[in-house]
């Protein structure tokens, strides 16, 4: 039998180190809940074809994440000695997957930024990741973090939190899926959410309301037209 020996050093043994840390110290639980990606298909479509500029998905959701963040900032705070600090600026990492390995590079002042330059930056943070010329400065200062599995076919999962950050929201694939509007079954674009939080800093009730208000921001793109 041959054996392939891979060195665990470098990217990939911060990487277990990091994720050890936050098992070993958050108190990590999660909520997860279903969101109907009808408006937010038709907003990418008609941005798309007004503006003649590419949107993700991804981009959609790290927006309304950081509208969310300003409306409950305990879930962009961290947790220093004795001590919660309520920060208030919004650096949300995004990851990143790679064949060098998985990096978490931060869109800094996402919530001031509109979906152009939060597409830009993103497309320029994962072209760094690809050819290693992101530099550590690009990840670190994050204050919450986003994981988007979908691309994937993943339809949920349960991501660990970067510390020392309060949250993580796993984003899942958009599935046709029948459900009941109306008392009509009809076949939706829906997306699961899976939010993990430090139960330390937040409780299970704002947690939920936090993850409640992206779906309803994603639900109804009004604000953001």
């Not at 699961?192 to 330390?200: C, F």
Request: proline share 4%.
């Amino acid at each position: 039998m041959t054996v392939q020996t891979i060195p665990y050093k470098g990217i990939r043994k911060i990487i277990g180190e990091k994720m050890r840390e936050s098992l070993n110290t958050a108190v990590q639980a999660n909520h997860r809940l279903r969101v109907d990606m009808t408006a937010t298909t038709e907003y990418r479509a008609i941005y798309k074809q007004t503006t003649k500029r590419r949107l993700s998905f991804t981009d959609l959701i790290l927006k309304v994440t950081a509208v969310a963040l300003k409306e409950f900032p305990i879930m962009n705070s961290e947790l220093e000695d004795t001590n919660i600090l309520l920060l208030d600026e919004v650096h949300i990492g995004i990851a990143i997957a790679s064949e060098n390995g998985l990096f978490v590079p931060v869109i800094r002042n996402c919530d001031l930024k509109s979906l152009e330059e939060i597409d830009s930056t993103v497309l320029n943070l994962a072209e760094k990741a690809r050819t290693r010329r992101l530099p550590l400065s690009d990840m670190q200062g994050g204050t919450f973090t986003v994981s988007n599995l979908g691309m994937f076919g993943l339809e949920s999962f349960t991501a660990i939190i970067n510390p020392p950050e309060v949250g993580i929201l796993a984003v899942g694939a958009i599935i046709k899926t029948p459900v009941v509007i109306n008392d009509n079954i009809v076949a939706r674009p829906m997306m699961e959410l899976s939010l993990t939080y430090d139960h330390r800093i937040v409780d299970g009730a704002p947690a939920a309301q936090f993850l409640a208000r992206i779906k309803v921001l994603l639900e109804d793109l009004s604000w953001c037209r």
